[in-house]
């Protein structure tokens, strides 16, 4: 373990140096700062003063330019703004006159001021990221005890690397013991690896005996020896057999059953009828063929019973024959009836077998039909869910929701920076609820007052917490980007207008966010109209509205 101490412990005694030296180099860097600090003051102030200067008399030389152009002017010479040959009352300087020499050397001087200025500002900056890397590797405790645990990290790691070097034989021991002990643990594991093999093999000769007897078991079953069993088996093939031959008894029926189909469809059609159910529905009802039969039954008794009387000799010279043509007719007509009844009964038949299937088809109907039903009724609940209806509380569509997580992210992102610009007494707060007359939420944003500890809308804002607020989120929406799209910068950004409603707290506050995003790589543009920014913006651009157009200031 010790000789595992030794690494580690070079490696602090390396970090512990690197610190130290990270600490030294700092508070070195940290007095010539002061010094690049006062240089850049006084660099500003001259850039300031030079360019005052220059605009002085940029605006002196604009006011006397007539009297310049008069100077230029000779009798009987054209005017160069008129044209007239004549000048007899000529401008003269009401004061010193500036030449364009004289603006020239002023501009390169507030130019030659902006480079230094320029050029102090960058080393200065450089300087501070510099300083923020060593104090970044430098130690948090005081110089003194840093240097104090570097001499006993030193102490430590020279007693380790003392006891480490005679731990040597030591360890050569215990490296031959160990390799002792590995071949020893392989000559274990082999022996019980064969052990494993011969036991399985074992087992494998008990199973396939225990199946052997299992199978003799079965095969003789429950009959006393095979020979019983075999008696019994043949029977039951014998039975097997009738039940082949039953089955194709069947299948002969159906045949059968299939060609009197046909027959009575050809039969139906024969008479007259579209298809057999029409021929059935057109059979008589039940019980009215057994009356029909009956009553036809009994006039042929009649009949019967008559004509033997009829032929009786005593009734002989009786009277004239009965008319039997007309009998015979309406014989024919009950004969008739009874065939029409017998086919409207056949018919009937049908008829209720075509109903009984078409019930059938129904329930199976409306069981597809019930279950059609429970999955439109699960795609609505999830549509109405999706939409932000029926049983969706929050009333909150999909893709709002996915876009309130997104806003969740950058409402904690922009809290760090509101919080800051604030004066630690803004935080947002994300709010799902539904809005007025229950239309639906989920992407709002309150903030927290930390003076007060009450939940606020941000339309009680004033102007500047507003602008606040909203640049907040616009750099927590970029903080977000930056974090998901692989580390890439979104390295420029431009803020139009709403200084003019900070305080002079909070537009010190807002510059001192836009600064740090300044020196951490960033371009910051701001777009303002507020004096005070053009003592702290030293690179800028005016723009002057013109009635021609807009122009850049020179």
């Not at 009949?303 to 010279?317: M, T």
């Not at 009786?318 to 309406?330: D, K, M, N, S, W």
Request: some cysteine; charged content about 30%.
């Amino acid at each position: 373990d010790l000789e595992a101490r030794v690494p580690g412990l070079r490696a602090a005694v390396e970090t512990a140096e690197s610190a130290l030296a990270a600490t030294r180099a700092a508070d070195a860097l940290e007095s010539r700062l002061v010094r690049a600090r006062a240089d850049v003051q006084v660099r500003r102030e001259n850039w300031s003063d030079a360019r005052e200067q220059w605009l002085d008399l940029r605006g002196r030389r604009l006011d006397g330019m007539a009297a310049e152009l008069a100077a230029q002017l000779a009798d009987g010479a054209d005017c160069p703004v008129c044209g007239a040959t004549e000048h007899p009352r000529r401008a003269v300087h009401t004061g010193p006159a500036v030449t364009a020499d004289d603006e020239q050397a002023a501009h390169d001087a507030a130019e030659a001021a902006e480079v230094a200025f320029t050029a102090a500002a960058a080393d200065l900056d450089r300087q501070e990221r510099e300083l923020a890397g060593l104090r970044a590797r430098s130690g948090a405790a005081p110089l003194a005890e840093q240097a104090a645990a570097l001499d006993a990290l030193h102490a430590d790691a020279r007693q380790a690397t003392d006891v480490a070097a005679t731990l040597g034989p030591a360890q050569a021991l215990h490296a031959t013991l160990l390799v002792e002990r590995e071949e020893a643990a392989a000559r274990l594991a082999a022996d019980r690896e064969e052990l494993r093999a011969r036991t399985a093999e074992r087992d494998a000769h008990v199973t396939a005996l225990a199946q052997l007897a299992e199978r003799l078991a079965q095969a003789r079953g429950s009959d006393a020896d095979l020979a019983s069993r075999v008696r019994r088996l043949t029977d039951a093939a014998e039975r097997c057999e009738a039940v082949v031959a039953a089955e194709s008894d069947e299948v002969r029926a159906r045949a059968a059953a299939d060609t009197a189909r046909r027959t009575a469809e050809g039969r139906a059609a024969g008479a007259g009828f579209d298809d057999v159910l029409t021929a059935a529905g057109s059979l008589l009802a039940p019980g009215r063929l057994a009356v029909l039969d009956r009553t036809i039954d009994g006039h042929d008794q009649a009949v019967a019973v008559l004509r033997a009387r009829l032929a009786e000799p005593d009734l002989a010279e009786i009277g004239p024959r009965p008319a039997v043509a007309a009998l015979e007719e309406r014989c024919a007509t009950a004969t008739r009836r009874r065939e029409e009844s017998v086919a409207e009964l056949e018919r009937s038949r049908r008829c209720t077998q075509g109903l009984e299937s078409l019930a059938g088809d129904v329930t199976a109907a409306e069981v597809e039909v019930a279950e059609l039903r429970a999955w439109a009724d699960r795609v609505t609940a999830l549509a109405d869910l999706v939409n932000g209806r029926g049983s969706n509380t929050l009333r909150m569509r999909l893709q709002s929701f996915v876009l309130a997580a997104r806003l969740e992210q950058v409402a904690e992102v922009a809290s760090r920076r509101l919080l800051d610009m604030s004066g630690g007494r803004y935080t947002f707060l994300h709010s799902d609820a539904q809005g007025r007359h229950g239309a639906r939420g989920g992407l709002s944003l309150d903030v927290f007052d930390e003076y007060t500890g009450v939940r606020r809308p941000t339309k009680t804002l004033s102007g500047g917490e507003s602008f606040m607020a909203s640049l907040a989120l616009a750099l927590g929406l970029a903080d977000v980007v930056t974090a998901e799209s692989g580390g890439v910068q979104l390295d420029t950004l431009f803020v139009d207008e709403g200084f003019g409603t900070l305080d002079p707290q909070a537009l010190d506050a807002v510059m001192t966010v836009l600064d740090e995003l300044r020196r951490g790589g960033r371009t910051v543009g701001v777009i303002s109209h507020v004096e005070e920014l053009r003592t702290r913006i030293p690179s800028r651009l005016q723009i002057l509205a013109k009635r021609e157009g807009s122009r850049i200031a020179s």
